[in-house]
């Protein structure tokens, strides 16, 4: 039979193995940890708001079609600005769509169809705030991520001139490192720089006039809003909202 002595020893000696193993476990998670922290440090990192871009090329059919879509049709960006349907009797479908080219600011209307294909363009969407405008009537934006400034032509701009107000935030539109349009905010608060004063007494329901507002575009306002005043505007029907 064992002694206690022996049998004390042994079990000293296997509580020492097990610390060891243990020991061990911990200083190869803490090396493990060190290492994979300083893999970490040369990865370059994503920033969180990533700048909105369509997928490369993305290929979709008549049943796709949305309005405000951008399709690449020859190398050359163009709009969706409407479609229809029509259904026939006896065959397939056919789709006629309205496109806009983004570069020439030509309309083309064409009819497809159902099932044809086309690819989506790669375009790139940056925060910009308006500037300046100079004597050539190019239109001057700061980035609002890089702060550099990008110039662009008036015809870019076209009808969104008028609502371009100063300091104003919006949207540009890039493809293949040229600004195909310029995207103004969907509402808008202007202040009115221009209108006939408000009638003493005039208390007709319904009564309107028209403003100017501080980015040139007029509109038609509710007869009780004064000149110096603010209100919010529908820019894409070009309607007055509410007073501000």
Not at 9 to 31: A, G
Not at 36 to 58: G, K, Q
Not at 197 to 219: D, E, R, Y
Request: charged residues 25%; glycine residues 6%.
């Amino acid at each position: 039979p064992r002694s206690i002595t022996s049998l004390l020893f042994s079990h000293s000696s296997s509580l020492l193995s097990n610390q060891t193993t243990t020991t061990d476990k911990m200083m190869r998670s803490v090396l493990l940890t060190l290492l994979v922290a300083s893999a970490t440090a040369f990865v370059p990192v994503t920033p969180i708001a990533a700048r909105s871009a369509s997928a490369l090329h993305v290929a979709i059919d008549t049943s796709d079609i949305k309005n405000g879509m951008t399709i690449e049709i020859e190398g050359e960006p163009y709009k969706v600005l409407s479609f229809s349907i029509m259904k026939q009797a006896r065959g397939a479908a056919k789709t006629t769509i309205k496109f806009k080219n983004l570069q020439k600011g030509n309309t083309i209307e064409n009819t497809f169809r159902s099932g044809e294909k086309f690819e989506t363009a790669m375009i790139e969407k940056k925060d910009a705030q308006f500037t300046y405008k100079d004597e050539n009537n190019n239109y001057f934006f700061m980035d609002c991520e890089t702060f550099d400034e990008i110039a662009v032509n008036s015809n870019i701009v076209e009808d969104k001139a008028k609502w371009i107000a100063e300091g104003m935030k919006l949207v540009l539109v890039e493809f293949k490192g040229s600004i195909i349009e310029v995207v103004v905010p969907s509402t808008y608060v202007y202040e009115v720089t221009e209108t006939e004063p408000n009638v003493k007494g005039n208390t007709a329901q319904g009564h309107t006039k028209p403003a100017t507002l501080s980015s040139g575009a007029v509109i038609t306002v509710p007869g009780y809003l004064e000149k110096g005043q603010s209100c919010k505007v529908d820019t894409d029907k070009g309607a007055f909202v509410e007073r501000a």
